[in-house]
């Protein structure tokens, strides 16, 4: 029997999160999920918390396997052997979704074969970032295939069938590059798969590396709070503000840093002279550099 979603978690040595990383995974508006937690050499703590888990609700499964390479990719593969979910959803034990995120992922796949979400991420300091992914540009998917741009774990999600015509699936990746964005390459590299992005805030990614000395305990009351946040409409909403201001300072940051630049101060002084004006403003025009910067360029972040 199938169910809508199979959600992925991998786990190594956080343990604690997981409570608030499965809970929000079981508070999602669509409740027909299985949750594949994938341990790759877990300390008995994490046995112990995914059985309490285990026990409150029995859409939960917990692969306990020993310490394989790199991040445990073999272990995911295998697990996936036994997915009955329509779309795979990954989530890492220590980000967060927000309750629509699975049913806004099914909507997009109704119609592709691989999606990402908006990848947001909240620094150490709580200050919360943007890293858009729009593949509907032809460009993006390709620095995707060339590996210099990726999504978090937590935003890719793709089609059961979709993963099961792939050549290989979750391996172990090579040293120097990202898992995530290895397993990625593999997906945009295929020419049948068909890929779509959104632009609606529906995940949180809490950037270990900023955490570095912090304490589980930590880790766990900043998760406690963010989920509890999710949880009201109110703050869901104010949430969403959040984001749209800081995809308008990024866009206000780009222009000033092009504005800045010594191609358009150059561009200015230049196409202000009499005669030679008029040639620098026919060679831009004809070159694709716009007068008016990002006033005719399509709308990156525009909600999906």
Not at 112 to 127: E, I, K
Request: aromatic share 8%; net charge negative; with cysteine.
């Amino acid at each position: 029997m199938t169910v809508v979603a199979t959600v992925l978690i991998p786990t190594f040595n956080h343990g604690p999160t997981l409570r608030h990383s499965v809970g929000c995974v079981l508070e999602q508006t669509v409740s027909d999920i299985e949750i594949f937690i994938v341990g790759d050499g877990v300390p008995d703590v994490t046995r112990e918390i995914v059985a309490d888990l285990m026990s409150q609700d029995e859409r939960v499964r917990f692969f306990d396997n020993p310490k394989g390479p790199r991040t445990g990719e073999i272990h995911r593969h295998r697990a996936l052997a036994e997915a009955r979910g329509e779309i795979v959803c990954y989530l890492s034990d220590d980000d967060l979704w927000l309750p629509d995120h699975v049913e806004t992922m099914r909507e997009l796949l109704d119609e592709a074969d691989y999606a990402n979400a908006l990848m947001l991420h909240l620094d150490a300091t709580g200050r919360l970032g943007v890293a858009p992914l729009d593949l509907s540009y032809a460009g993006e998917r390709e620095l995707v295939v060339m590996g210099r741009k990726g999504t978090s774990l937590s935003s890719m999600t793709h089609t059961l069938e979709m993963y099961r015509r792939l050549p290989y699936g979750w391996r172990t990746t090579p040293d120097g590059i990202y898992t995530d964005y290895y397993m990625q390459q593999q997906f945009l590299g295929e020419a049948s798969c068909r890929a779509v992005s959104s632009m609606r805030p529906t995940m949180l990614k809490f950037k270990s590396p900023d955490r570095v000395g912090w304490t589980l305990d930590q880790r766990v009351t900043e998760l406690e709070e963010w989920r509890r946040r999710f949880r009201n409409p109110a703050e869901r909403e104010r949430f969403v503000y959040q984001v749209v201001d800081a995809l308008v300072r990024e866009e206000v940051a780009m222009r000033h840093r092009f504005e800045d630049s010594l191609g358009w101060r150059l561009y200015n002084l230049f196409s202000g002279l009499p005669l030679v004006g008029s040639w620098v403003r026919f060679a831009a025009r004809g070159g694709g550099i716009q007068s008016a910067p990002a006033a005719k360029e399509a709308p990156r972040h525009a909600a999906r």
